[in-house]
């Protein structure tokens, strides 16, 4: 069975815009489509609702395919070190997870995906989730169906947000990518945008979606499919 490639970029903000947009722009030259973590808050008070541009940008790209993941909601007000929803109790969880759903509404990105930041997220996040009206849950080594309380294994080979970026460490993602690739099942790829403004983490990522689809992947985005519906007789 060929590979299921679902590749996600992070970090999306008005100073990351453009890498992004570049990388994008790569992606649809080789028909895959991006799965896009959106955070309403980021550091140096960086907010959503204050960057029209960046809005338009992922809703045009939401129009032609992609996938709006969530990725946290203020993660500038979390102390240094510690992803976001790492260690939160479901009730706080579930705070920030209604106040970050109301600002992508409110942006119209609103999306039933999440995904914790660093990929880490405590149980009492995962607790909160399906309460706040999502479906599927994203972690370092998971996907997690919140309604048919189902997870698939599937680990996340990354570049930034949590995950290395030396020269060995792209090495080896390229190697191990190629592997998984060749094995079939969900291949998945993450990088964040800051990342994707240096050469070698780059290079990385398109050669590890390159061999990829050279290896007879197809791209594909985060997603929840529905339950069929119920045929009446």
Avoid at 53 to 66: C, F, K, M, N, Y
Avoid at 90 to 116: G, I, K, M, P, Y
Avoid at 178 to 207: C, F, H, K, T, Y
Wanted: net charge positive; proline share 4%; aromatic share 8%.
């Amino acid at each position: 069975m060929n590979a299921e490639l679902i590749v996600s970029v992070s970090g999306i903000r008005d100073t990351t815009r453009d890498t992004a947009m570049g990388f994008a722009e790569e992606m649809d030259r080789r028909g895959v489509p991006l799965s896009l973590l959106v955070a309403p808050r980021l550091k140096g008070k960086y907010r959503l609702v204050d960057d029209p541009a960046t809005q338009a940008w992922l809703r045009g790209r939401r129009a032609r395919g992609d996938a709006i993941v969530l990725h946290g909601y203020d993660q500038a007000a979390t102390k240094r070190r510690r992803a976001e929803f790492a260690t939160l109790p479901e009730h706080e969880a579930r705070l920030r997870l209604t106040a970050a759903d109301r600002v992508l509404e409110q942006v119209d990105l609103r999306t039933r995906l999440f995904a914790a930041p660093r990929w880490d997220a405590s149980t009492g996040a995962l607790d909160a989730l399906p309460d706040a009206g999502f479906r599927l849950a994203l972690g370092r080594s998971w996907i997690l169906d919140l309604e048919r309380n189902t997870a698939q294994k599937s680990w996340v080979y990354g570049i930034g947000e949590g995950f290395r970026a030396e020269p060995w460490w792209c090495r080896a993602l390229v190697l191990g990518a190629a592997r998984a690739a060749r094995r079939g099942g969900v291949l998945r790829l993450a990088v964040s945008a800051a990342q994707l403004a240096r050469s070698g983490p780059r290079q990385a990522i398109l050669d590890a979606v390159d061999l990829a689809l050279f290896h007879g992947a197809s791209g594909q985005t985060y997603r929840w499919e529905p339950f069929a519906a119920l045929r009446v007789a």
